[in-house]
Structures are given as structure tokens and as C-alpha cells.
């Protein structure tokens, strides 16, 4: 990682002779200016210009998850998104997921649940549970496979995946619960 003052241009995705765009993203609550060609998916941004290769690249066609990132809160495919499309917005990846030296509760349940073999596609699918656990929209195991369909797990850690996520959801709803008194 670069050791510029957030102010400087921190990445450049190589191009020769290509007219560039300077954006600027909130990743991980830093915010970072970058200069992009017009066509760099916030994928190779990510990866190539800010050295967070937590991300995964699988498949670059929308069709795996593996690239899944939070943009407002929203979970996407980052390979299919132009990072000139996501100027100024925030952006949270794998790695700002824990909060200081704790992991979050999605991470432990993963971990509590084994929910991983090869671990290739677990960044991606953390960053969509939780995506989905925003949405709230999550009553039954259904629904999570449902909104998960869009992550792929080639070692087949499916029903860990789901419990692992359940077990979340119920932590979510009772800190909710207990902060509002309910």
C-alpha cells in the first residue's frame, strides 16, 4: 500500500497513452483519490490501485459473487461495475468489515459454523450476507439461499453458509432489541 496522505493520488491502473479519471472513494471509511481509465471495474481498483485483494476475482462476468463489495451499503458485483460509476460513494471491502481488533459477528459465525473449505469465495460471500442482512429481508433458510443464489461455493459449503448467516440475522435482531429495549 501506497504511504501518500489521502489527499495524493494513491493507485493508478497501468495504461499507456489512455485518457485517464480521477475519482475519489470512501473505501473501508478512507477516502482515496485514484486515477482510472474509463473502463477499470472498481474490481481492478480495488485490487490494482489500493492493494485490497481480498476481493476476489472469479469469474469477471457477474456470475460467481466472488467480487462481491458493499457500495452504500448495497452489496454488488464489482466486476461489473465501472469505478468511474462509483465516484465519491463508500465502498467496503472484506477487509473493513472487522471493526478494530474484533471480528463481526458474520466472520465469527462463519468461523462457528465452518462455513468455508478453500476459502476462495468467502470474502464474497460475507460481504453479500451481510448486504442482505441491510436489506432485511431474511425470515427462513429459503430466503437466505434465495438472496445468496448469487454466490457460488465450488467446494459446496452451502448448508454452513446458511447456518452461519442465520446465526448472524438472530445476533443482528437481538442487538437490535437490546439497544432500542424491546
Same mark, same amino acid.
Given at each position: *500500500?501506497?504511504?501518500?496522505?489521502?489527499?495524493?493520488?494513491?493507485?493508478?491502473?497501468?495504461?499507456?497513452?489512455? +485518457?485517464?479519471?480521477?475519482?475519489?472513494?470512501?473505501?473501508?471509511?478512507?477516502?482515496?483519490?485514484?486515477?482510472?481509465?474509463?473502463?477499470?471495474?472498481?474490481?481492478?481498483?480495488?485490487?490494482?490501485?489500493?492493494?485490497?485483494?481480498? @476481493?476476489?476475482?472469479?469469474?469477471?462476468?457477474?456470475?460467481?459473487?466472488?467480487?462481491?463489495?458493499?457500495?452504500?451499503?448495497?452489496?454488488?458485483?464489482?466486476?461489473?461495475?465501472?469505478?468511474?460509476?462509483?465516484?465519491?460513494?463508500?465502498?467496503?471491502?472484506?477487509?473493513?468489515?472487522?471493526?478494530?481488533?474484533?471480528?463481526?459477528?458474520?466472520?465469527?459465525?462463519?468461523?462457528?459454523?465452518?462455513?468455508?473449505?478453500?476459502?476462495?469465495?468467502?470474502?464474497?460471500?460475507?460481504?453479500? +450476507?451481510?448486504?442482505? *442482512?441491510?436489506?432485511?429481508?431474511?425470515? @427462513?433458510?429459503?430466503?437466505?439461499?434465495?438472496? *445468496?443464489?448469487?454466490?457460488?461455493?465450488?467446494?459446496?459449503?452451502?448448508?454452513?453458509?446458511?447456518?452461519?448467516?442465520?446465526? +448472524?440475522?438472530?445476533?443482528?435482531?437481538?442487538?437490535?432489541?437490546?439497544?432500542?429495549?424491546?
Amino acid at each position: *500500500m501506497n504511504n501518500k496522505s489521502d489527499s495524493e493520488i494513491v493507485g493508478e491502473v497501468p495504461v499507456s497513452g489512455t +485518457a485517464r479519471s480521477s475519482i475519489t472513494l470512501k473505501v473501508n471509511g478512507a477516502e482515496k483519490r485514484l486515477e482510472v481509465a474509463p473502463w477499470t471495474t472498481l474490481l481492478d481498483a480495488l485490487r490494482e490501485c489500493l492493494d485490497l485483494t481480498g @476481493t476476489k476475482k472469479g469469474c469477471d462476468h457477474g456470475q460467481c459473487g466472488a467480487c462481491t463489495v458493499l457500495v452504500e451499503g448495497r452489496r454488488i458485483n464489482s466486476c461489473l461495475t465501472l469505478a468511474i460509476m462509483k465516484d465519491g460513494a463508500e465502498v467496503v471491502t472484506i477487509e473493513g468489515v472487522a471493526k478494530r481488533d474484533a471480528i463481526h459477528p458474520l466472520q465469527q459465525a462463519f468461523i462457528d459454523h465452518d462455513a468455508f473449505q478453500c476459502g476462495y469465495c468467502t470474502p464474497g460471500q460475507i460481504c453479500s +450476507a451481510l448486504g442482505l *442482512m441491510n436489506e432485511d429481508r431474511v425470515k @427462513t433458510a429459503d430466503d437466505i439461499r434465495e438472496l *445468496m443464489s448469487g454466490n457460488i461455493c465450488r467446494c459446496g459449503a452451502y448448508p454452513n453458509i446458511v447456518a452461519a448467516i442465520q446465526q +448472524a440475522v438472530q445476533w443482528s435482531k437481538w442487538e437490535t432489541q437490546r439497544a432500542t429495549g424491546e
